[in-house]
């Protein structure tokens, strides 16, 4: 199951510095954990969570997977992206193939690096690339309307509910408040997300500050917080050109380069973990002497799913899952002590699999 956020940005906002910085970090991981390209601009990450070392060490396992996220370097944005201006259409289409976006803005001052409109405004930034997106649609959701006018003569009750949608999210835009931000209940969730809408998908603003404000951030991340608030999305700080040269430096020389600039982790770190939070996603493990593994699902999923995610056999015969609370698992030393404790129970097609939880699945072949 692969979830990806999408890159965007202005020229000259430090996008692709980020990006490389992301994919050299990767690269730079230890054996077990490949960097894969999937294309020229893809690169896939390990979500960094220490549960999964601390499960492997107890297992005794010969090989430690963490779970994955994809991130997508996407080019091409200027005015009138949305009526196919420059790589208009590619955007938009690069735009639509993601599950999150990453907006990186500006936050410095730099007088060898030119600003695309000449002035540092992270937030007018952002506001030129959602635009565009909010334009694009409006156009879509306008076209919908004489089709489901048509369905409605007949009394269908999903245009009505479609339609509902579709004049709420009109609605925003033309005000310029993104689609993300539409009333929905959870029952309205997929009807909503079929309308395949490019606001509607979860927002992160990555602000790329100078060194000197990497740890405190500046007055430009202040407005970019507000903003961020407001259009209900989240907000990171990094410095893109240390993120660059932390990629270069071995483990412990990192440690000890984030300690002279103030800082307690990567600031890549904060946009890995953001970028899988804003997705509402959560993690299980599977653990074992051959392997520990991390996997990636949707907050929310039924434990059958949760088995699908590792092989769709294991969905369609699903008999059971062995749990056990990651807690549980640590501190009684592991499935046996957790077994002997009786914390580890087994659970039926109805469990709803919680953020770390050690599963064991049972299944017919």
Same mark, same amino acid.
């Given at each position: 199951?692969?979830?990806?956020?999408?890159?965007?940005?202005?020229?000259?906002?430090?996008?692709?510095?980020?990006?490389?910085?992301?994919?050299?970090?990767?690269?730079?991981?230890?054996?077990?954990?490949?960097?894969?390209?999937?294309?020229?601009?893809?690169?896939?990450?390990?979500?960094?969570?220490?549960?999964?070392?601390?499960?492997?060490?107890?297992?005794?396992? $010969?090989?430690? #997977?963490? /779970?994955? =996220?994809?991130?997508? &370097?996407?080019?091409? *944005?200027? %005015?009138?992206?949305?009526?196919? @201006?420059?790589?208009?259409?590619?955007?938009?289409?690069?735009?639509?193939?993601?599950?999150?976006?990453?907006?990186?803005?500006?936050?410095?001052?730099?007088?060898?690096?030119?600003?695309?409109?000449?002035?540092?405004?992270?937030?007018?930034? $952002?506001?030129? #690339?959602? /635009?565009? =997106?909010?334009?694009? &649609?409006?156009?879509? *959701?306008? %076209?919908?309307?004489?089709?489901? @006018?048509?369905?409605?003569?007949?009394?269908?009750?999903?245009?009505?509910?479609?339609?509902?949608?579709?004049?709420?999210?009109?609605?925003?835009?033309?005000?310029?408040?993104?689609?993300?931000?539409?009333?929905?209940?959870?029952?309205?969730?997929?009807?909503?997300?079929?309308?395949? =809408?490019?606001?509607?998908?979860?927002?992160?603003?990555?602000?790329?500050?100078?060194?000197?404000?990497?740890?405190?951030?500046?007055?430009?991340?202040?407005?970019?917080?507000?903003?961020?608030?407001?259009?209900?999305?989240?907000?990171?700080?990094?410095?893109?050109?240390?993120?660059?040269?932390?990629?270069?430096?071995?483990?412990?020389?990192?440690?000890?380069?984030?300690?002279?600039?103030?800082?307690?982790?990567?600031?890549?770190?904060?946009?890995?973990?953001?970028?899988?939070?804003?997705?509402?996603?959560?993690?299980?493990?599977?653990?074992?002497?051959?392997?520990?593994?991390?996997?990636?699902?949707?907050?929310?999923?039924?434990?059958?799913?949760?088995?699908?995610?590792?092989?769709?056999?294991?969905?369609?015969?699903?008999?059971?899952?062995?749990?056990?609370?990651?807690?549980?698992?640590?501190?009684?030393?592991?499935?046996?002590?957790?077994?002997?404790?009786?914390?580890?129970?087994?659970?039926?097609?109805?469990?709803?699999?919680?953020?770390?939880?050690?599963?064991?699945?049972?299944?017919?072949?």
């Amino acid at each position: 199951m692969g979830f990806k956020c999408g890159i965007v940005g202005l020229p000259n906002v430090g996008k692709s510095t980020l990006f490389n910085a992301l994919t050299r970090t990767a690269a730079a991981q230890a054996a077990n954990f490949p960097f894969c390209t999937i294309e020229p601009n893809v690169g896939e990450v390990n979500v960094p969570d220490p549960r999964v070392e601390t499960l492997g060490k107890i297992a005794g396992s $010969a090989k430690i #997977v963490p /779970t994955r =996220l994809s991130f997508v &370097d996407i080019a091409g *944005l200027v %005015k009138g992206a949305s009526k196919g @201006e420059g790589l208009g259409n590619q955007f938009l289409g690069n735009i639509r193939e993601v599950d999150a976006i990453a907006y990186v803005l500006r936050c410095f001052e730099n007088e060898d690096i030119v600003h695309v409109t000449g002035t540092i405004d992270p937030v007018s930034d $952002a506001q030129t #690339v959602e /635009t565009e =997106l909010m334009l694009a &649609d409006l156009e879509s *959701l306008q %076209k919908r309307i004489g089709p489901l @006018e048509k369905l409605l003569r007949g009394q269908d009750k999903v245009a009505r509910t479609v339609m509902a949608l579709v004049q709420r999210a009109i609605a925003l835009l033309e005000q310029g408040i993104p689609a993300r931000q539409t009333e929905r209940t959870p029952e309205q969730e997929k009807p909503f997300r079929e309308l395949q =809408l490019l606001t509607a998908k979860p927002a992160l603003y990555v602000c790329n500050v100078d060194e000197e404000s990497a740890a405190t951030g500046n007055k430009w991340t202040e407005q970019v917080a507000k903003y961020a608030e407001a259009q209900g999305a989240r907000m990171v700080i990094i410095s893109a050109a240390i993120e660059a040269e932390l990629s270069q430096l071995e483990p412990d020389e990192q440690t000890e380069f984030l300690a002279t600039m103030g800082l307690e982790a990567p600031g890549l770190d904060r946009v890995i973990q953001e970028g899988y939070g804003l997705l509402d996603l959560i993690t299980y493990f599977t653990a074992g002497p051959k392997e520990t593994k991390a996997w990636t699902i949707p907050a929310g999923t039924k434990a059958p799913a949760a088995a699908g995610v590792i092989h769709t056999d294991f969905e369609r015969g699903f008999i059971r899952a062995q749990t056990i609370a990651f807690s549980d698992y640590v501190a009684l030393g592991g499935e046996t002590g957790a077994k002997d404790a009786g914390k580890a129970r087994d659970e039926g097609k109805d469990y709803v699999v919680k953020d770390g939880d050690v599963l064991l699945f049972k299944f017919n072949v």
